[in-house]
């Protein structure tokens, strides 16, 4: 099991999954947000191949949601996604992630 927050910025927006992986080939994510268009995502998940998350070269079905819904290429709740399946799965460590953004 992982869990992730993402507190999006500007936009105000917060994010939690729980991802709980038997193996690495399945994962299953709980998302609980306060954004209209990650609400839509998370309503059409199902079960997700971790191996196809995690690489470029996948299937992945959170990058094919996120194009259907969210408009924002900047949004950083992908990654915190993929970040939560990949650790549940066993298929990373966890540690925090930063994005820092200085004008």
């Given at each position: 099991?992982?869990?992730?927050?993402?507190?999006?910025?500007?936009?105000?927006?917060?994010?939690?999954?729980?991802?709980?992986?038997?193996?690495?080939?399945?994962?299953?994510?709980?998302?609980?947000?306060?954004?209209?268009?990650?609400?839509?995502?998370?309503?059409?998940?199902?079960?997700?191949?971790p191996m196809d998350?995690?690489?470029?070269?996948?299937?992945?079905?959170?990058?094919?949601?996120?194009?259907?819904?969210?408009?924002?290429?900047?949004?950083?709740?992908?990654?915190?996604?993929v970040k939560a399946?990949?650790?549940?799965?066993?298929l990373a460590l966890?540690?925090?992630?930063?994005?820092?953004?200085?004008?």
């Amino acid at each position: 099991m992982a869990k992730v927050r993402v507190e999006s910025g500007i936009c105000g927006f917060t994010t939690e999954v729980l991802a709980e992986a038997p193996d690495m080939f399945s994962c299953n994510l709980s998302v609980k947000t306060t954004c209209p268009n990650i609400q839509k995502i998370a309503a059409e998940l199902g079960t997700l191949n971790p191996m196809d998350e995690i690489s470029f070269k996948g299937n992945s079905r959170l990058r094919e949601l996120f194009l259907q819904h969210c408009p924002h290429a900047a949004c950083p709740v992908l990654p915190g996604m993929v970040k939560a399946v990949e650790v549940a799965a066993g298929l990373a460590l966890p540690r925090d992630a930063h994005i820092y953004v200085h004008k």
